[in-house]
């Protein structure tokens, strides 16, 4: 399964792992390497009127004042979050 949010669609970031090599002189570079940095992604279950469903959501997400209102019963699940993801990569 992809490492996407379902919520929010926070995705693999890609970016550069730069070693800064102390030793040698200004005319070497600095070595770069490709890295990925992925998304914190915890699963939750989130009890609806219809059953539990179980999303994969970032923790930026699980901190937000929304989400937890519709954890908390206080607004009403979006229809999107309660389908299956279909992730168009």
Not at 47 to 52: A, E, L, N, R, Y
Not at 55 to 64: F, Q
Not at 66 to 72: D, G, H
């Amino acid at each position: 399964m992809a490492n996407i949010c379902q919520v929010s669609g926070k995705k693999t970031n890609n970016a550069k792992h730069i070693r800064n090599r102390h030793s040698q002189g200004w005319k070497y570079k600095a070595p770069k390497k490709n890295r990925t940095q992925l998304p914190n992604l915890q699963i939750v279950r989130v009890k609806t009127p219809h059953g539990v469903v179980t999303l994969k959501v970032a923790t930026s997400v699980l901190k937000s004042p929304k989400f937890a209102a519709v954890l908390c019963g206080l607004k009403p699940m979006p229809k999107s979050w309660a389908k299956k993801p279909s992730y168009n990569l």
